[in-house]
């Protein structure tokens, strides 16, 4: 999973672009900026690995907690939805309220919250806990990158960047080998709990070395928007997961889709007539930030989906543990690593347009060989090397997703075109995983061995990167960015 940043992007890199430039000509001395850097990295890594460490302990906290599909799905995508549905907020909240502040008041969320869905008995809690760390992430990962980049000057930021981007590159790989380990070890419950002491230390640890900067009380909080797009996109999901049960046509799957339409149009109506808007619209006009956000929401879509089906086809359909679920997938979120790092050397090459092509039909092709997994497919001969060959696609398209959208556009734009970018990369994880989860529904939610539903699933995963392609053929620039490659985060 990335996350995206640039040396490009500036300390409004969260999402807009109010309060910062006074902050980045003379913020306060940082005693010991490597000390800071380091402990802020190691609270957005937690971010990051709850994404891929909880798709590996999934099976085991469905079977323990009997967890029906809609449950699981749940749980993976309420994380997501409001961490990308609440970030641009968070990133408001912290011009309003200071970024220190905002970043230990989301570090504070996120650690109770990861202790509540540990201690977790049943859907409901551990739903609830799931929704409460989102929110959590929603407050610290922007806070925390606004620290980076006006904490830093010069060759240091793009150092302090490389740092960060770094995070969400090992954050996918270690939390399968993490998620494998703790879930098939002490259990599932310590893919949560083990954010406990370590949220813990970084309170005490982060006033110390982090300054104060001084809050911006006049900036506007656009709430109702915040509130209206994440409410239309979790509307989307719950129509989305519920089409698994009832099909596509039921009123339980048509009234939540009807739903979703009419919050976004009320979003729509409130950006427009907001003083300072959460999204200025008129971004989407912008075709480098339009096809950037598309490639991202494809993307992630598609890779989370990958994580979410390939996990609970080896635990639920063929028994494998937890452990050598993690291990199989390691080739798995290396390959993301291995194609951004090849990506980011062709967009500045080959270009924007043929390198989001390129990485799109390789999953698709790699796609294909899942169009027909069954009960009696190989792990390692079928289903590894398609999500690897698949993914190290996509990491090429992530990494043409931000330096599209980030090195096309002004440099004044550029912190907004990276906050639309970052809110689509979750958004688009959270629907991807409702799709599949609805299309394989028979398999997920049936008898432990059972497979049904997962090659039509993989098919669906096939059309899209394919329909992306294609689209990408059409709406990405050609042109060449001005930034040699942006660096993948989360």
Known sequence: MTHDTSPQTTAHSHGHDHGHDRDAQSPPAVRRPGTMLALICVAQFMLVLDVTVVNVALPDMAADLHLDRTAMTWVVTAYTLCFGGLMLLGGRLADVLGARRTLLAGLAVFTAASLVSGLATGAPVLIGGRVAQGVGAALLSPAALSLVTTSFHGPARNKALGVWAAIGGTGSAIGVLVGGALAGGPGWSWVFYINVPVGIALLAALPVFVPARAPQPSARLDVPGALLVTAGTGALIHGLVR?????????????????????????????????????????????????????????????????????????????????????????????????????????????????????????????????????????????????????????????????????????EEAGLASGVVNTFHEVGGAIGVAVVSAVAAAGIGGAVGSVAGFADAFTVCAVAAGGCAAVSAVLVPRGKPETGGAMPVH
């Open 243 to 411: 089409a698994g049960d009832g099909g596509w046509g039921a009123p339980a799957t048509l009234l939540p889709l009807v739903a979703a339409v009419a919050l976004y149009a009320g979003f729509a109506a409130v950006e427009r007539k907001t003083r300072e808007p959460l999204v200025d619209l008129r971004m989407f006009t912008r075709r480098p930030v339009l096809a950037g956000a598309f490639l991202m929401l494809i993307a992630t879509g598609l890779l989370i989906a990958f994580f979410f089906l390939g996990s609970v086809y080896l635990q639920h359909g063929r028994g494998y543990g937890a452990l050598r679920t993690g291990l199989v997938f390691l080739p798995v979120a290396v390959a993301v690593g291995a194609g951004a790092h090849l990506g980011s050397r062709l967009v500045t090459t080959a270009g924007s347009r043929a390198t989001a092509v390129g990485g799109m039909v390789i999953a698709t092709a790699a796609c294909v060989p899942l169009t027909r997994i069954g009960a009696g497919s190989s792990a390692y001969g079928v289903l590894l090397p398609g999500l690897a060959v698949a993914a190290f696609g996509l990491g090429a398209v992530f990494v043409t997703a931000t330096t599209t959208a980030l090195g096309m556009v002004a440099h």
